[in-house]
């Protein structure tokens, strides 16, 4: 079965670092895109960056998020990252992972979400 | 960057009705247009992609259409379990802006 898993819901203070995951299963982890979607309480979706873990070199930005967040992947445990230096409450939303073929540029596999409340 | 709007913001139909949301892009994009469905509580959920294509086991009662800015997407004989949340998304190589949403209730 294809499918992401990605790591469990955090509490946070202000001003503290994160980084979350997201592991692929069941397909070849390094031909296809991972993709990173924040969704803010009773709010929309937002495209927030991508990377190729086949080449980890050959990622991208939402000109909303560069500098704010870094993605990252390591191919030796077909597992993707998505990391903050520093948190702020408005970073406080349901984080989504997604897969993206090269061929299409839908996410067809979604993992199942990490919660992120960042709260003093 | 490109922005996408999608009318209307929620809409109450009644089981069997025809259901028919619009997306809009701020410039032309081809067929690069997928649309998802977000369930309460749940991940979103890949129905197509390009414009028209089904993805793997979606009911052909959703269909999409369209091209450049403009495309629809429509159920056909809304049913209790499609009231979700729709949206639609434009992407290229290295983006992929979503629409605000389109909130299906049923009546």
């Known amino acids: 079965e294809v499918q992401l898993v990605q790591s469990g819901a955090e509490v946070k203070k202000p001003g503290e670092s994160l980084k979350i995951s997201c592991k692929g299963s069941?397909?070849?982890?390094?031909?296809?895109?991972i993709g990173w979607v924040r969704q803010k309480p009773g709010k929309g979706l937002e495209w927030m960056g991508i990377?190729?873990?086949?080449?980890?070199?050959?990622?991208r930005y939402d000109p909303s998020f560069q500098g704010q967040v870094t993605i990252s992947a390591d191919k030796s445990i077909s597992t993707a990252y998505l990391q903050w230096s520093s948190l702020e409450a408005s970073d406080t939303a349901m984080y989504y992972c997604?897969?993206?073929?090269?061929?299409?540029?839908?996410?067809?596999?979604w993992g199942q979400g990490t919660m992120v409340i960042v709260s003093s | 960057d490109i922005q996408m709007t999608q009318s209307p913001s929620s809409l109450s139909a009644s089981v069997g009705d025809r259901v028919t949301i619009t997306c809009q892009a701020s410039?032309?994009?081809?067929?690069?247009l997928n649309w998802y469905q977000q369930k309460p509580g749940k991940a979103p959920k890949l129905l197509i992609y390009?414009?028209?294509n089904l993805d793997t086991g979606v009911p052909s009662k959703f269909s999409g259409s369209g091209s450049g800015t403009h495309f629809t997407f429509t159920i056909t004989r809304l049913q209790p379990e499609d009231v979700a949340t729709y949206y639609c998304?434009?992407?290229?190589?290295?983006?992929?802006?979503f629409g605000p949403g389109t909130r299906v209730d049923i009546k």
């Open positions: 997604a897969r993206r073929s090269t061929m299409m540029g839908a996410f067809d596999i």
């Open positions: 069941g397909y070849s982890f390094t031909t296809y895109w």
């Open positions: 990377i190729y873990p086949g080449d980890s070199d050959t990622r």
């Open positions: 410039q032309d994009i081809g067929i690069s």
């Open positions: 390009d414009t028209s």
């Open positions: 998304q434009q992407y290229d190589t290295f983006s992929g802006t």
